[in-house]
């Protein structure tokens, strides 16, 4: 019956939520090969063996936010809190754009206050400006309409904003009252009117999380026509409320991290020519191949650090951050190397927009 279900999906049919909760869990590891095989299959096909990079630059952990599994929850006094300077951020935007990766990301902690609206627009103005430009990805969390518009006309043209677990219970279980589901979908419905290349995803192996949630996230990703995943292993932060019970005992991350990249396969096979990527957190299990397996399992990109080393410590979403003090150009060339012992070569000088999303808006007419 697996390989029934994994052969259709292969081919292209419809699957439902139950089918996708089987390809979830092979019986066996031959199965399981199976499962990443063809999903990294149906990568080359579309995509060659070539990986899209994007510089990330954290920029801030200032955080009006209290999920109860986040390290740079607004509650957590142990952090120092940081803004970069403009010079800082727009230094690592150059960077990514100078080492070729074609694409950055600023990610930061939430805040929808007017100066943060500001800064965010004066970055994409001087990112603009600089003579290897970037494209650039956001990743500020919920806001108005407004301000996605004014962002997106600045110079944005992608988002990534993970709706967490798209099971109302457990996302109630993993945030405070005032932080909901609905706002969440709700901002994601923004964006893509917004116009962004639109991306979202999910935390991986929560406490109460079955094989079903996580197929309905899939289903929930197809639903919303996202152009852009990015999911990673839920790792337990010492400072937190989800990470007070204590760090993991031994295996469960490797598990989190097995079941990661068969949600980044199954997602392959289900929404086809969207990018995903192959994020930090599976490095944070396994520092020496964690994001190469994602890629073997039909990821199709990777985001390296390009900001600098000095703020790296106080952005510990999550304990075993990796590469904490390890410079860009380091991280660059270690790249470079462990992508081609998988055959897998780094797209240099393109930005890789998400071949979905020209489909979505020739389907909308636009
Ligand atoms: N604040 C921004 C983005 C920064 S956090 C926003 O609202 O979108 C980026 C992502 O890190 C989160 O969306 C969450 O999925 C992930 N994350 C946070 N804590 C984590 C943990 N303990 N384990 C794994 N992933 C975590």
Redesign the pocket.
Known sequence: MYREILKKAVDGAFLDKTEIAVLLAPPDEAAEGELFQAAQGLKRELFGNLVNLRGLVEFSNI?T?D?L????RKSNSKVTRYVMSMDEIVHGAALAGEFGYGSVVL????RSDAAFADLVEEILFRIGELPYKPGITL????QSLATYLRWRKAGAKRY???I?SSSESIYRAIHPAETTLAARKAALERLKEAGYQTGS???IGLPGQSTADLAGDIDFFRTMDLDMIGM??????AD?P??KSGPDLPGMAEQRLKLSLRMIAVTRLVLRDVNIAATT?LQAIDPVSGRERGICAGANVIMPNVGDTAFRKDYQ??NGKPALDENAESIRTQLIGSLAAIGEVPRFHEDGDPPHYFRRMANAGI
């Open positions: 955080c936010r999920c599994y986040c390290g740079i990610q930061s902690g939430e990743s500020c969390g919920e990534l904003l993970r967490e995803g999910v935390m990673g292993p839920f790792i337990p932060q937190t989800l990470g957190a979403l999550y």
